[in-house]
Nanobody, 117 residues
Framework: QVQLVESGGGLVQAGGSLRLSCVAS????????MGWFRQAPGKERDFVAT????????YYADSVKGRFTISRDNVKNTLYLQMNSLKPEDTAVYYC??????????WGQGTQVTVSS
């Protein structure tokens, strides 16, 4: 099992920045990739960004390209999401996800990000 704990959410004005963190614990050696997803009220959970745990390959949703940066610190078993130029439409609960080569998948509890106009 892998446990994920997110932090760093909050209330910010449009144009501002936040950095989310996700600390992984447990069987972290089984993690193949990690990513961020978000879910706005009344909407489905959407992909935001992902990074391979070993190779550093990154992928982003078109809506966040150029504004968000995903990174990881393997020593600290921590995943980050730097969010710049935030927009009201970025308001959502942000979830950290980890997955393994055996298709196991784990989720954090989520952290709320609210962007005011």
């Amino acid at each position: 099992q892998v446990q994920l704990v997110e932090s760093g959410g909050g209330l910010v004005q449009a144009g501002g920045s936040l950095r989310l963190s996700c600390v992984a614990s447990g069987r972290t050696y089984s993690i193949y990739g990690m990513g961020w997803f978000r879910q706005a009220p009344g909407k489905e959970r959407d992909f935001v960004a992902t990074i391979s745990w070993t190779g550093g390959n990154t992928y982003y949703a078109d809506s966040v390209k150029g504004r968000f940066t995903i990174s990881r610190d393997n020593v600290k078993n921590t995943l980050y999401l730097q969010m710049n130029s935030l927009k009201p439409e970025d308001t959502a609960v942000y979830y950290c996800n980890a997955n393994s080569t055996s298709r196991a998948s784990w989720w954090g509890q989520g952290t709320q990000v609210t962007v005011s106009s």
